[in-house]
């Protein structure tokens, strides 16, 4: 289980993130990539962390992607963050 402390503030207006505001969309061994939904601002954002051997790695994106949206593409497999956007991105003008 990934552990929301690795996580740092939000990228928009730097509240702190709460466990609760992590929504875990992938976990595959030291590789997680969830959605974060900043209590404050509302700001979504996309973060990849890989907690292996050679210490935390966290990557993270501001996104347009709700909560919801990202319920609908969490069946792809997980690549990147780039990818989750992408895959965001394809499914939002497939549904227009
Ligand atoms: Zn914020």
Not at 62 to 89: F, G, H, N
Request: proline share 1%; hydrophobic share 35%; with cysteine.
């Amino acid at each position: 289980m990934f552990n929301i402390n690795i996580i740092d503030k939000c990228f928009q207006c730097g509240q702190a993130y709460r466990q609760k505001d992590a929504d875990l969309l992938w976990e595959k061994g030291d590789y997680f990539v969830f959605h974060l939904t900043c209590r404050k601002c509302q700001a979504s954002a996309i973060m990849q962390t890989n907690t292996g051997q050679k210490g935390v790695l966290s990557i993270g994106k501001l996104t347009d992607a709700s909560k919801k949206d990202l319920d609908k593409i969490r069946q792809a497999k997980p690549i990147s963050v780039d990818y989750v956007i992408e895959a965001y991105k394809e499914f939002k003008s497939n549904s227009n």
